[in-house]
């Protein structure tokens, strides 16, 4: 309670960063270690003034050397992950173009099938249309002949 106190430090944050199981946990309670660990032997070494503060200097300058290694190790990690990541992408997305590309092309398959059967029942109807209209037409003029025989022979 004394040290958390005296360095400012949120211990219950600290245990659950280095608890997590995680490179981000593990570089946390690392730095946060080494932090500790310099402030406490800062507070009960008997060093001058100077020397303390060297000391200090040198434990910050090491403490962000650990921290920028451990950031371009999670970098290159990151990038990593995220070129696997958008390989994975890349062949998904290919089998999914191929399977719309077959989907488009059955689509097409099946509208060119239904155009042909509906031409051809358009050619039926068309044909059985001039069936009927020719056969009217004979009956027409059977029956105007008739009509015109009937009227010459009442004249």
């Known amino acids: 309670m004394l040290i958390n106190k005296l360095l400012g430090l949120n211990l219950k944050g600290l245990k659950l960063a280095f608890f997590a199981g995680s490179t981000v946990g593990a570089m946390f309670g690392c730095v ?3 932090g500790i660990g310099a402030a406490l032997g800062a507070l009960f070494a008997p060093k001058a ?6 000391d200090i200097a040198d434990g910050a300058n090491c403490m962000v050397g ?13 990038k990593e992950k995220g070129s696997v990541i958008a390989d994975i992408a890349k062949e998904k997305g290919a089998v999914y173009a191929d399977i719309a ?3 488009g092309m059955d689509l097409a398959v099946a509208a060119k099938d ?9 050619k039926e109807q068309g044909k059985q249309l001039r069936e009927k209209t020719s056969k009217l037409y004979s009956e027409l003029s059977d029956k105007l002949n008739e009509k015109a025989e009937d009227l010459k022979e009442a004249v």
Request: net charge positive; aromatic share 0%.
């Open 66 to 78: 650990t921290a920028r290694e451990k950031g371009s190790i999670l970098a290159g990690m990151a």
């Open 114 to 122: 239904k155009g042909i059967e509906i031409a051809e029942a358009a």
């Open 49 to 54: 003034g100077r020397e303390l503060r060297q």
């Open 101 to 103: 590309k077959g989907k």
């Open 32 to 34: 946060a270690g080494m």
